[in-house]
């Protein structure tokens, strides 16, 4: 097996329930993972947890005290370093036998190839913004890159409300909403799986003043100001492990 005994001791409890085929296949699997904030940090560990072989984080921010709540990368002595890069030194601590690399870039159309490059075996999509996670589907369907992409996760607080389905069945979700609307109109194909959380909220509930983060501050030069919504570990962190689950079950079948 890979990574010889130290590997095998490490993912023996794992191999018990997917077998040592499917530990190899993981092995030699390359996951991508645009955004390791709230849901990519969650979904990343896990991979890494599981055995993936080679990971890429993707993501331009850098760490502050308001991740703390809900990242896992977001630590106390990680505040102010890039994402990305706190998170490959958790990972590589986690799985010394994972190998990490890292893209500080915004995902968009100019940045696409770079962040696809090397042929990935499969791509977690848990960034935010509407236009870029627009951009990032249609350039992975074009491509036939078997993916999962996360809906919105802030303001939610019922985790027995999260769940997978095909994007065109997803519900109670604005993001999706909006981004199943631009996607009909580009022709994509609605049949991708999506995680989300059809719990309804009411209007306006759990939000601060607009200005009261700025993408700008934070690193984020092709950002705009948005409002801060609420959110919980306890979804985030849902949201994050059902992707990874979501990608596991799928590299290894």
Known sequence: MTGGQDFRERLKRTELLLGKENIEKLASSFVVVCGTGAVGSFAAEALARAGTGKIRLIDSDKISKSNINRQVFALTSTEGRYKTEAGKQRIIDINPHCTVETLNVFIHTDTLEKCLDGS???????????????????????????????????????????RISAMREVRYCPLAA?????????????????????????????????????????GHIQGRKRNLMGSLPTITGIFGLLAADYAIKKLTT
């Not at 990032?136 to 074009?142: N, R």
């Open 178 to 218: 909006n981004l199943r609307k631009r996607l009909r109109k580009r022709g994509v194909s609605l049949s991708f799986p999506a995680v989300y959380s059809s719990q309804q909220l009411k209007k306006q509930s759990a939000l601060a003043p607009a200005d009261s983060e700025n993408p700008v501050k934070r």
């Open 120 to 162: 990935p075996d499969f791509v977690i999509d848990s960034i935010d913004p509407l236009n870029p996670k627009l951009e990032l589907i249609t350039e992975l369907s074009k491509r036939e890159i078997p993916f999962i992409s996360s809906m919105g996760a802030a303001r939610k607080t019922d985790p027995s409300k999260i």
